[in-house]
């Protein structure tokens, strides 16, 4: 049973933009913090944004001021805006979620990810 669903992904070119869109069966996302990872060819996977249910968000400092992570409790959903892309931020985006994340960076939910392209 998929539990996490990503979409949004896709060509851009720098400094362009994208939104990314996880959609999360409801019992994870009102229990979890919600988060974004990216993994480029060859490198480790990393954390990128995190939003906790109760508002509180944090960054990776490459993306801080260009990307937006935000929480829709109606809809399930957790969003990545990605603004002033630039061409390392290509990567596989996976959307995660952990009840532990924040504080001990332990994700119990994965997405299957969705790539993301930019093109210089």
């Known amino acids: 049973q998929v539990q996490l669903v990503e979409s949004g992904g896709g060509l851009v070119q720098a400094g362009g933009s994208l939104r990314l869109s996880c959609a999360a069966a409801?019992?994870?996302?009102?229990?979890?913090?919600m988060a974004w990872y990216r993994q480029a060819p060859g490198k480790q996977r990393e954390l990128v944004a995190l939003?906790?249910?109760?508002?509180?968000?944090n960054y990776a400092d490459s993306v801080k001021g260009r990307f937006t992570i935000s929480r829709d409790r109606a809809k399930n959903t957790v969003y990545l805006q990605m603004n002033s892309l630039k061409p390392e931020d290509t990567a596989v985006y996976y959307c995660a979620a952990g009840r532990s994340l924040m504080t001990a960076n332990i994700v119990d939910y994965w997405g299957q990810g969705t790539q993301v392209i930019v093109s210089s």
């Open positions: 409801g019992t994870i996302f009102s229990a979890n913090t």
């Open positions: 939003a906790t249910n109760s508002g509180i968000t």
